[in-house]
């Protein structure tokens, strides 16, 4: 199919050019894809081709339900067509094309963050061509070898026009023009350094490397020739599993998801009975750089009998959200739109199946390659534990893919921590933290370390939330180590000598006199069971945490405020016995400024700020000069 596309002037004298400037995100993609040197430039035609694809995709979807659409073109196709006299290199499709407006919408602005993504993390990669795909900008890898790019599109079901022109310095035009032919074509001015892109050879070596799954045909044209196709154009989740290699399944995930890194996990299977469907999943090897995106959508396409649908019907719950991929119905109806899907019940049927299968191929993945495993884990784990406080439903399953970083271990199963308990141990043990630094510091953990406790080191913020809500783990409920009272005294310390006799009852003379100096600073003052190195530490007794408490306090409307802790004291700790001693001897008073700067070392202790730093700062003067200061002649 030879490219008909003429760029003249609209007889008609429909207005002159329009002058734009760009966003100026794209401003500065645009000197990155001009001034910059990429070891790859094949990128662009994969992704132009790829983009031409969705057009495509697009226009089918919208002919079921205006069959019209195609009557001027019927044939859905790509044509490549290079023009060596004029160095020109012409991408067309007889997709669904773009209005006026979508040429300046789409072409010089970007709605999401994707270009500022894309030009901060290309900075720490090198110039890593894969990315540009990944952030949703393809169409400007056009400047890595065009010195000017015209795009003329003619929308689907409409007679006008236009010419969007830019040589990529900061402005663009947007003209009307004649067009025969619906779709989109891209015509490429390229420098002298790109011209091998014009040779035949170039151009099919580029198409069959990236872009032969397209499920569209891709025509190559030159000169008077007949149009050849020089892709294979068959949907390559048709396509027995034995017939596709690593690298074609490689390349269909970055052409769905601009993540061209290996995939980590691969889930192609047909699926028979009460719904026929075929599914190609794959775990990227990557993290996609929309994965924390507020909206948690999924990124799955649904199709019906090789016909594209939507890309937003939520195939797997969100914190699956990072699986890319297709589902391929075979008895859904073809005219169903985007809304009745929200809610059809074979699409629902589909959902619980797909995810259970997805779940289970992990948990596959954890028991045959842990190597690969953790490397998945360590990229997605914050996000499918996201599914341990929503789907309640499947927490079993859940249960068992999950790892923690634990005193013990760099990543723990609940399996694995359940088979080590200690004598006499009854619960999972937790610690949650804002970070890993902050965790592995934790005075709390002093009793249960010198026990031998193994203790999970909770440090993603869905953790807090999952975690409260959990009833437990093989009859072994989780218990918090920076909550109510340490019930440590029936398992033994591996240093049996160290649990040496305390005074008990000058301890609790001192807990008194701490707690009348720092009033409602307080909730209460208590001698520690979980405290072997330290002189204090907080606790709380409400029914958070003090980590989800902080989380929550900072969230506007939470109602949320962080409740007065209770402070601990080591009865063995030496400033413990000698402050006790203070007391017994000149009364509480003389701890007083004691009190406040053993509270004030506590919340330093767990990386939170002192209530008061003025005060904090006089009393560390005043100890100071008692220790070091000469005495006065």
């Not at 797997?316 to 119905?329: E, M, N, Q, T």
């Not at 100096?517 to 405290?531: E, F, H, N």
């Not at 409400?542 to 989800?548: E, H, I």
Request: charged content about 25%.
């Amino acid at each position: 199919m030879a490219n008909d596309t003429t760029a003249t002037v609209d007889a008609a004298g429909r207005g002159l050019p329009t002058s734009h400037q760009f966003q100026a995100e794209v401003t500065k993609l645009l000197q990155l894809m001009v001034h910059s040197v990429y070891s790859d430039r094949d990128v662009f035609l994969r992704e132009l081709i790829s983009n031409a694809a969705d057009a495509l995709d697009k226009l089918r979807y919208a002919a079921i339900a205006a069959p019209g659409l195609l009557e001027d073109a019927p044939e859905l196709a790509i044509t490549i067509t290079p023009d060596k006299e004029k160095k020109t290199l012409t991408i067309a499709d007889t997709g669904i094309g773009m209005s006026e407006r979508e040429l300046v919408e789409n072409l010089g602005t970007i709605a999401k963050s994707g270009t500022q993504a894309f030009v901060e993390d290309v900075k720490t990669k090198q110039g890593d061509v894969r990315l540009i795909g990944q952030f949703g900008i393809g169409f400007y890898s056009a400047f890595i070898v065009a010195s000017r790019v015209d795009v003329i599109s003619r929308r689907a079901g409409s007679d006008h026009a236009f010419m969007w022109s830019s040589d990529g310095t900061g402005s663009f035009t947007v003209s009307p023009v004649v067009s025969a032919q619906r779709g989109t074509s891209i015509i490429l001015h390229l420098r002298d350094d790109a011209l091998e892109f014009l040779e035949d050879w170039k151009i099919e070596s580029v198409v069959r490397t990236y872009s032969d799954h397209i499920a569209h045909p891709i025509m190559l044209s030159i000169g008077n020739e007949t149009a050849r196709q020089i892709n294979a154009a068959n949907a390559i989740w048709t396509r027995p599993k034995a017939e596709i290699t690593p690298e074609q399944h490689k390349e269909f995930l970055g052409h769905i998801s601009g993540n061209y890194a290996d995939p980590a996990l691969t889930l192609h299977y047909r699926a028979e009975g009460r719904h026929e469907y075929t599914v190609l999943l794959y775990v990227p090897g990557e993290r996609p750089f929309d994965l924390y995106d507020p909206e948690r959508r999924g990124r799955q396409k649904l199709y019906v009998k090789r016909v594209y649908i939507a890309d937003d019907v939520e195939l797997l719950p969100a914190y699956l959200r990072f699986v890319r991929g297709i589902v391929d119905s075979e008895d859904m109806p073809l005219n169903i739109s985007r809304e009745m899907l929200q809610n059809n019940p074979q699409v629902a049927a589909i959902r619980k199946a797909v995810t259970n299968k997805v779940l289970s191929e992990i948990k596959k993945l954890a028991e045959t390659d842990e190597a690969a495993f953790l490397k998945l884990w360590q990229v997605f784990g914050p996000v499918i534990k996201e599914g341990l406080y929503e789907d309640m439903e499947r927490r079993d399953q859940l249960y068992d893919i999950v790892r923690f970083r634990s005193t013990r271990d760099e990543a723990v199963s609940l399996k694995d921590y359940v088979s080590r308990l200690k004598e006499n141990q009854t619960a999972i043990y937790y610690l949650t933290a804002e970070d890993a630094a902050k965790a592995d510091a934790s005075p709390q953990l002093e009793g249960y370390k010198a026990r031998g406790v193994e203790v999970l080191l909770l440090t993603d913020p869905v953790d807090s939330f999952w975690v409260r809500t959990a009833l437990g783990f093989d009859g072994k409920p989780f218990k918090s180590v920076t909550q109510g009272a340490a019930d440590l005294d029936l398992i033994k310390r591996q240093d049996e000598a160290a649990d040496a006799g305390t005074d008990d009852a000058a301890t609790a003379v001192l807990a008194a006199a701490l707690k009348q100096a720092l009033g409602a600073g307080v909730k209460d003052v208590r001698a520690s069971k979980r405290l072997t190195e330290s002189a204090v530490c907080l606790v709380n007794d409400s029914q958070m945490d003090r980590t989800l408490e902080k989380l929550l306090s900072r969230q506007k409307d939470s109602g949320v405020t962080v409740s007065a802790p209770i402070l601990e004291i080591n009865p063995s700790h030496p400033l413990i016995e000698a402050l006790a001693r203070l007391v017994k001897a000149k009364g509480a008073s003389a701890v007083e400024d004691a009190a406040s700067l053993l509270l004030d070392q506590a919340f330093i202790s767990e990386g939170e700020p002192v209530p008061d730093p003025a005060a904090f700062a006089r009393r560390l003067t005043l100890v100071m000069n008692l220790a070091f200061a000469p005495p006065n002649p």
